[in-house]
Nanobody
């Protein structure tokens, strides 16, 4: 089970940090990450990270502004979002997969099996 928290409303140029805590068997997770989806749009990969090696990948649209990180001991994933723009307004979802994925393929939503309920981020 994945539980997100920390969403909210912020003005353009501001920052937010959202969190996702995993409950249950997390030992076999190969990748987890953040995705976002607007109404009527496809789910888009934002940033992903390999829990064991720490390799991370960020979508081009957020590079230099968003940073994914993890606290293995707390089974918690974070997304620090800086210099937020109105286009970043979306529902943000945490997801995990047991598939062995290579590189930027980890940003593909269909490869993920486990999803949180989402947390709303609104930038005005």
């Amino acid at each position: 089970q994945l539980v997100e928290s920390g969403g909210g409303s912020v003005q353009a140029g501001g920052s937010l940090k959202i969190s996702c805590t995993a409950f249950g068997d997390t030992d076999s997770i190969k990748f987890w990450g953040w995705f976002r989806q607007g109404t009527g749009q496809e789910r888009e990969g934002v940033a992903t990270i390999n829990p064991n090696g720490g390799w991370s990948y960020h979508a081009e649209s957020v590079k230099g502004r968003f940073t994914i990180s993890q606290d293995i001991g707390k089974n918690t994933l974070y997304l620090q979002m800086d210099n937020l723009k109105p286009d970043d307004s979306d529902m943000y979802y945490c997801a995990a997969t047991r598939l062995s994925i290579l590189g930027t393929s980890s940003l593909r939503a269909p490869l993920y099996t486990y999803w949180g309920q989402g947390t709303q981020v609104t930038v005005s």
